[in-house]
T-cell receptor, first 114, second 109 residues
Framework: KAGVTQTPRYLIKTRGQQVTLSCSPISGHRSVSWYQQTPGQGLQFLFEYFSETQRNKGNFPGRFSGRQFSNSRSEMNVSTLELGDSALYLC?????????????FGPGTRLTVL | SQELEQSPQSLIVQEGKNLTINCTSSKTLYGLYWYKQKYGEGLIFLMMLQKGGEEKSHEKITAKLDEKKQQSSLHITASQPSHAGIYLCGADASSRLTFGEGTQLTVNP
């Protein structure tokens, strides 16, 4: 069974640009969550999608958005990039969500904002 | 909000030694996850604990959740260089995971 895949693995952008990251969950998993990992803040929850609906959202500005498609693949978009958005972005998939469900993470997308 | 504190922050051991990493929560844990991460890479799922007093083992790694469900420990027996990495505990909090800051483990051959 294929694991969670994320594309691209690395991205370099400049301030003010926008970026879209993609996550394909494990087959049969309907929940996709996104996390931002930085040395200073650690792992922080961005949002969770289930059956194409955003079910939960963390404390991030509106520049961070996402969506989920009917095949459960998810995309995350960051507009008007800032230097502080440089981070490792991780997505996790599970069958129905975090409640007592195992969450499996992808390899991450390393975003560098110059 | 739920906060997780891990100790120690870093650990250096000689190959073959046993070690323990602790994770303490400010609130009752209803789902406690242990993950391992190689620097800059994704998280590898190790174990999930739910019930007070629960203990799970996989190969040389054992994780326990205390009876009060506010503390978990991860124990590695006879450590190997392949165990090196960052160990993270995560708590299920309102359909999202909250993570500790991680424990950096170095195993010297």
């Amino acid at each position: 069974k294929a694991g969670v895949t994320q594309t691209p693995r690395y991205l370099i952008k400049t301030r003010g640009q926008q970026v879209t990251l993609s996550c394909s969950p494990i087959s049969g998993h309907r929940s996709v969550s996104w996390y931002q990992q930085t040395p200073g803040q650690g792992l922080q929850f961005l949002f969770e999608y289930f059956s194409e609906t955003q079910r939960n959202k963390g404390n991030f500005p509106g520049r961070f958005s996402g969506r989920q498609f009917s095949n459960s693949r998810s995309e995350m978009n960051v507009s008007t990039l800032e230097l502080g958005d440089s981070a490792l972005y991780l997505c996790a998939s599970s069958r129905t969500g975090t409640a007592y469900n195992e969450q499996f993470f992808g390899p991450g997308t390393r975003l560098t904002v110059l | 909000s739920q906060e997780l504190e891990q100790s120690p922050q870093s650990l250096i051991v000689q190959e073959g030694k046993n070690l323990t990493i602790n994770c303490t929560s400010s609130k009752t844990l209803y789902g406690l996850y242990w993950y391992k991460q190689k620097y800059g890479e994704g998280l590898i799922f190790l174990m999930m604990l739910q019930k007070g007093g629960e203990e799970k083992s996989h190969e040389k790694i054992t994780a326990k959740l205390d009876e009060k469900k506010q503390q978990s420990s991860l124990h590695i027996t006879a450590s190997q260089p392949s165990h090196a990495g960052i160990y993270l505990c995560g708590a299920d909090a309102s359909s999202r995971l909250t993570f500790g800051e991680g424990t950096q483990l170095t195993v010297n051959p």
